[in-house]
């Protein structure tokens, strides 16, 4: 996985007696990875380029926990599939 931006812990005014961070956007992740096994307790989105939606919901139900997905498409025909 690459972070794309974000993902630093933020210190400054009201953040400084906290635990904050940025938050982050990974890219190049893969099914297989942690990132996308396992749930993550913060502002964190993973990216997985898939070419077609019978592999986008592969993944999607290929998951060791009911983790929450997201679908970004022009086509709102395949959208409404998707969430079926």
Excluded: C, H, W
């Amino acid at each position: 996985a690459s972070l794309l931006i974000g993902g630093e812990k933020l210190e400054d005014g009201k953040y400084q007696n906290g635990y904050y961070v940025q938050p982050a956007i990974f890219d190049n992740v893969t099914s297989e990875m942690t990132i996308a096994q396992e749930e993550i307790f913060g502002p964190v989105i993973a990216l997985i380029k898939v070419d077609s939606m019978e592999e986008a919901l592969d993944i999607a139900n290929d998951v060791k926990f009911g983790l929450s997905a997201s679908i970004f498409t022009q086509n709102i025909g395949r959208m409404l599939s998707f969430v079926d």
